[in-house]
């Protein structure tokens, strides 16, 4: 194909030989001039040999590879991969009538490094996280019109907090298709809530909990149950189809306990057993009795966005743990998250496992947490191994 070129220093290409989707900065010997942000680019070996095509971007990651194979990136690649990450979707069984919220592609581990699609309902939310893939969001929203067909009818595209660094692009928050009359309702193994894609984090709502989600709700029968950092009340709602004695919503944003009351009217209307608080989540914890809970869900934002900031996100995690074993009933559950990308399992786990040493209390593992099957982890790109959950039994 006539890309504009990259050629990488000897010996640098043994990674992408394992199928390795980035190309750092380091790795790059020369690179045609007037390269441009986003336009998609030949690499190829110290030899000559081709091995790779992807975007090139300004940044240590200097190539986000599409392909192993020397092809054109046009509406037919788009539409191949988007069927492919469809039907992967359809085979898994997370797309049926009781579930119409679901991650259609997720970046690398769908082979579309910089790039993420979730689906509510007839809705796509669509968000770039490199320039290539916003460049290229047109011929992405039609390919998914033609893929999708009669079951989509918006495609929402949302980059504005992704690309904010980049001085040559206007991501601006609008309807690339669609966007007349439209229904912000979805539907998850059952349960109805509403998805603010609009003004919401992320795309609207963390479809990446919905088996933890299952999961609590097979724990909760008779507990009374605390929602830590409930954003839109997923885990709530869950509580409460699985018989919970009561249910207590705590979230810092206003506006997050008002989704979260909103849903689980959605699904309960008039039920006395759900109470939702607007209060900074470690004040609510260090105010609460010993023993009023006895099933705690912790699952925090991001306490690491960077690797420079991993020490401090360490810490919050063990403080918030050890606030929850301090306080949470005896023969209570405890379901606690990180979903920074740096932060690995094992530090994770480190952090919890140092909280449950400073209780004092026995503690064992029930059952160790990752994200769903519709985000999947390209098996050549660890890294996409983001979401780390564990359930804990306190004595």
């Known amino acids: ?154 495609v929402y595209y949302k980059s504005e907090t992704t690309l904010l660094n980049k001085p040559n692009v206007i991501p601006e928050n609008d309807y690339l298709f669609g966007g007349k009359n439209v229904d912000n309702f979805a539907l998850e193994n059952g349960l109805k809530f509403q998805a603010d894609w609009v003004k919401g984090q992320k795309t609207g709502f963390f479809v990446d909990q919905r088996d933890n989600r299952s999961l609590l709700e097979k724990y909760s029968k008779d507990r009374s149950v605390l929602n830590m950092f409930c954003y839109t009340g997923g885990f709530s709602f869950y509580a409460m189809r699985g018989k919970a004695k009561s249910v207590h919503s705590v979230d810092s944003s206003a506006k997050a306990i008002m989704f979260t009351q909103n849903n689980v009217e959605l699904n309960f209307p008039d039920d006395s057993r759900h109470t939702a608080f607007a209060e900074d989540a470690f004040k609510y914890l260090a105010k609460i009795e010993k023993g009023e809970y006895d099933l705690i869900i912790l699952d925090p934002p991001a306490f690491a966005k960077h690797r420079g900031a991993i020490r401090n996100a360490l810490q919050g995690y063990k403080k918030l743990n050890a606030n929850a074993f301090e306080k949470i009933a005896p023969g209570g559950i405890l379901f606690t998250f990180s979903c920074s990308q740096v932060v690995s399992k094992e530090a994770f786990r480190l952090a919890v496992f140092s909280a449950a040493a400073q209780s004092g209390r026995s503690v064992k593992i029930l059952h160790q947490l990752t994200q769903p099957a519709d985000h999947p982890i390209n098996i050549y790109h660890p890294e996409g191994e983001y979401l780390k959950g564990l359930v804990l039994y306190v004595e």
């Open 1 to 154: 194909m006539s890309y504009k070129k990259i050629t990488l220093k000897p010996k640098k290409e043994e990674s992408l030989r394992r199928f390795h989707p980035w190309i750092f900065s380091g790795a790059v010997a020369q690179k045609d001039s007037n390269l441009i942000e986003g336009e998609v680019v030949n690499v190829y070996t110290s030899n000559n040999d081709f091995i790779a095509v992807g975007h090139f971007q300004i940044d240590s990651i200097e190539v986000r590879v599409l392909s192993f194979e020397e092809r054109k990136i046009d509406s037919a690649f788009w539409k191949e991969k988007l069927e492919i990450a469809f039907n992967l979707r359809k085979s898994i069984g997370v797309v049926s009538d009781s579930n119409n919220a679901y991650r259609l592609v997720h970046g690398e581990g769908d082979n579309l490094p910089g790039l993420v699609i979730d689906i509510y309902g007839n809705t796509a939310v669509m968000q770039s996280h490199s320039v290539g893939m916003h460049d290229s969001r047109k011929e992405i929203s039609n390919a998914l019109i033609e893929v999708l067909g009669d079951r989509l009818k918006n």
